[in-house]
């Protein structure tokens, strides 16, 4: 029988995303594959040793719904080391699957189709990671976009204010920015507190690449200032951190009155989250080495590959934060970056992500984004590739 024709989609625009087009097109074609951002690279011994344990030790049924006991507790402890702000496990940590769905949850608490005359509006900052849109749709609300003028730069707070209405409910920050690695400073902390108290504004900040950041810069944590603790979900995510990606858990912080309405969203979109690996990341936690060695971690890699594009003819700022490089080939080509992103794919083997997708009018500054959180054989074949399709152009 035919029913879709009568069946009306709910995400009319949505399609299969760029990063399973990519990632697919990497693999038929063999090609190094720098587009999505996972890791090529496994993770610690100890992490897959301590699930293996608790397993064994008959961690294996379902979780409590907000998440274990001693994760809740591990993440207030190094939540508390980091940022020297006390969040209460019981009442305001929430163990989520990944961020993606504590940002769905996050977004699905807050925005309303119709509570004063017409949709709650949020205000995405563009380039913008893409679930944030399809989520906001699905609850009635209403995207209102920030471009970010070109890949890289920093917020103009006028053109915010100008886009803030009676009907701006929420405004969802991303730091470090994924594509773009901008690291937010405090002036962008404090600007955004202005705003969240006139307008009385809640915010979600999406916070997975807390750790990836470089060149002595500082991770300023929304939950840092008072104000914005008392109106933010912070979202953290283990995936990155731990080189977990395929792991799928994350975590939501948010003050007791927002967490609790969150939660009754959470428990009826997942309820709970894989228990083994919840009791394993509870004990890793205890060891801060391996996040506090994240930065320069990541940082070495970023210069590798930026040192095997460096006689290139594409043009770059060494990214500020997360495993993302993104460089500029305008001065090479005038071709849609999509197009240049498959064509690199299929004739030198190196798949990346064409920014233009991170917007939602498709906004096209001939950037293609790379991911270098891959081996470093990876990284300078793909660097050398570049330099000598560039230098052939
Ligand atoms: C900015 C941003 N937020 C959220 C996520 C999703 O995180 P998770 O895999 O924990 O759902 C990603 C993953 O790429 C991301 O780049």
Known sequence: MQTTQAFPSKLPNVGTTIFTVMSKLAADTGALNLSQGYPNFN???????LVAKAMRDGHNQYAPMPGVPVLREAIAQKTARCYNVAYNPETEITVTTGATEAIYAAITTVVQPDRSAGPDEVIVFEPAYDSYVPAIELSGGK???????????????????????????????????NPTGYVWTTDDLNQLADL?????????SDEVYEH?????RVHHSLMQH????????????FGKTFHTTGWKIGYCLAPTD????????????????????????AEYLRNPAPYEALPAFYQ?????????????????????????????????TSEPDYDLAVRLTRDIGVASIPVSVF????????????????????LVQAGERLTRWSLNQ
Not at 43 to 49: F, M, R, S
Not at 143 to 170: E, H, M, Q, Y
Not at 196 to 204: A, E, G, M, R, S
Not at 227 to 237: D, I, Y
């Open 258 to 281: 927002l967490t609790a309405e969150f939660r009754k969203v959470h428990q009826f979109v997942t309820f709970s989250v894989s228990t083994p690996m919840q009791y394993a990341l």
């Open 359 to 378: 917007y939602h009018d498709r906004t096209d500054h001939k950037t293609l984004r790379f991911c270098f959180a891959k081996d470093d054989e990876t």
């Open 43 to 49: 993770t610690d011994p100890v992490l897959i040793e």
């Open 226 to 237: 008072p104000l914005l603790r008392e109106r933010t979900f912070v979202v953290g995510s």
């Open 143 to 177: 995207p209102v976009f920030v471009s970010l003028d070109a890949p890289g730069s920093a917020i103009d707070w006028n053109v915010v204010r100008g886009k803030i209405t009676d009907r701006t409910r929420l405004i969802i920050v991303n730091t470090p920015h």
């Open 196 to 204: 969240v108290q006139k307008h009385n504004l809640f915010v979600i």
């Open 300 to 332: 070495r890699k970023r210069d590798l590959f930026l040192q095997s594009i460096h006689h290139s003819r594409f043009q770059f700022v060494p990214s500020e934060g997360t495993f993302f490089q993104n460089v500029s080939y305008a001065g090479i």
């Open 212 to 216: 990836l950041i470089f060149d002595e």
